[in-house]
């Protein structure tokens, strides 16, 4: 079953590798309520490990690209002037929407008077000034050195829930809960409900159609995840689910997913389906991917990952 390797590399596909990166107050406050997933990124580690510019180069997906590609077009180069970057999709209306904020070494003084040389103005938005940027994106500063973007409509709700004329990230406290437990470590990300069943369905690949997945489906509450590359290649993902029973269920899943893929496996696939470990906690399953650097490298290069990155 080669989907079973989703859950250690597919998901760190979502977002770049780091070291330890702390949602910063500015960046929460500006994050609606009905939160699906948070993705929060350390662009400082990029520079600093091999391995991490490797799976950044094999497997950034083209949402990030864009993003990239905007701040450069207003003079901020995400290599050396970002710190952290943190994505995330939320619901208003029914409607899906994704915003990015960035925060780092550049000055909002700087971008807005290579902006207004450009002739592009902004619009007022309340008490904030909204600019455009290239491929649809819309950008406004929260502070001198956070740069909140996304298309209008998500940049607007951003702002609503920022000011408390929406309900903002501090009323969820299931998501907030999950962001303190995660938040100190490398790249980290925390799923809702339905970002989880997702999630879940993508690891589980053909065994999510069996019957016992359609049994804990509606049981998994929240999941988060932490991926860390100092000494090695560190992936811990916490599922929670209603009960010890819903747990157990899906660590059976798992597992036997796993044992069914080393049966054939040979390579690459066979050191990162050695390297994982599945249990469960009480209500929490609990799934552990660690391995050298080289040992990754040589798992990034491989036909498996192109198969399951894609």
């Not at 970002?82 to 619901?91: A, G, I, K």
């Not at 509450?221 to 157990?248: C, E, H, I, P, Q």
């Not at 660590?251 to 044992?259: E, F, I, P, Q, W």
Request: charged share 20%; aromatic share 6%; proline share 2%.
């Amino acid at each position: 079953m080669k989907r079973i390797v989703v859950a250690v590399v597919l998901l760190a596909a979502l977002a770049l590798p780091a070291f330890s990166v702390t949602l910063a107050t500015s960046a929460r406050s500006a994050i609606p309520a009905d939160v699906q997933q948070i993705i929060c990124v350390d662009y400082r580690a990029l520079r600093n490990s091999s391995t991490a510019l490797a799976l950044k180069n094999r497997v950034l997906p083209d949402n990030i690209k864009e993003f990239e590609q905007s701040l450069r077009n207003v003079g901020i180069d995400p290599d050396n002037d970002v710190e952290q970057l943190s994505f995330t999709s939320f619901r208003v209306a029914g409607n899906l929407n994704v915003i990015g904020i960035a925060q780092g070494q550049f000055s909002a003084k700087k971008v807005l008077a290579k902006i207004k040389l450009k002739k592009i103005k902004g619009t007022k938005y309340r008490t904030a000034d909204i600019y455009p940027m290239s491929g649809g994106q819309d950008m406004v500063f929260l502070d001198d050195f956070t740069l909140l973007f996304g298309s209008k409509k998500a940049v607007q709700a951003a702002l609503d829930a920022r000011d408390g004329e929406a309900s903002s990230l501090a009323s969820n406290a299931v998501i907030s809960e999950q962001i303190n437990a995660v938040q100190e470590g490398a790249v980290w990300s925390v799923l809702d409900q339905a970002g989880t069943q997702n999630m879940v369905r993508s690891t589980l690949g053909d065994a999510a159609k069996l019957a016992d997945y359609e049994m804990v489906k509606k049981r998994l509450m929240v999941s988060r995840y932490t991926m860390d590359f100092n000494k090695g290649v560190k992936f811990n993902l916490d599922v929670v689910t209603a009960d010890s029973m819903t747990a157990a269920t899906l660590s059976s899943l798992l597992k036997a997913g796993v044992l069914f893929r080393k049966q054939g496996a040979t390579g690459p696939e066979k050191v990162a389906l050695d390297s994982v470990t599945v249990d469960n906690d009480s209500a929490n399953l609990k799934l552990h991917f660690v391995t050298d650097e080289q040992r990754f490298q040589s798992l990034l290069s491989s036909d498996l990952f192109a198969a399951v990155s894609k």
